[in-house]
């Protein structure tokens, strides 16, 4: 079984910065793309930034210039550096993995989630 745990959430101010982490547990190969999705309440969940097992990086045009998605592969980790942070940014943040689990079996998982709230 893989777990996802993020951290890292929390209140701040409008212009503030937070980071997020996320790390996987468990027994597999690897782990090839990885995201964050957030979902505001009353709203979809949607699409912040994705970067893939090479490094290729894709964002949210309402976070580009703002937040910044890496990951350690060494540690099965995957971060988001959010800055000038906006009150509309305030969502639940989820980490999203495709983890290789044999030569051909790949699994999708997600994380609990964690809150991040910016007070304006």
Request: net charge positive; charged share 15%.
């Amino acid at each position: 079984q893989v777990q996802l745990v993020e951290s890292g959430g929390g209140l701040v101010q409008a212009g503030g910065s937070l980071r997020l982490s996320c790390a996987a547990s468990g027994s597999f190969l690897s782990i090839n793309a990885i995201g964050w999705y957030r979902q505001a309440p009353g709203k979809q969940r949607e699409r912040v930034a994705t970067i893939s097992s090479g490094g290729s990086t894709s964002y949210a045009d309402s976070v580009k210039g703002r937040f910044t998605i890496s990951r350690d592969n060494a540690k099965n980790t995957m971060y988001l550096q959010m800055n000038s942070l906006k009150p509309e940014d305030t969502a639940v943040y989820y980490c999203n993995a495709e983890v290789r689990l044999g030569l051909v079996r790949i699994e999708n998982y997600w994380g609990q989630g964690t809150q991040v709230t910016v007070s304006s």
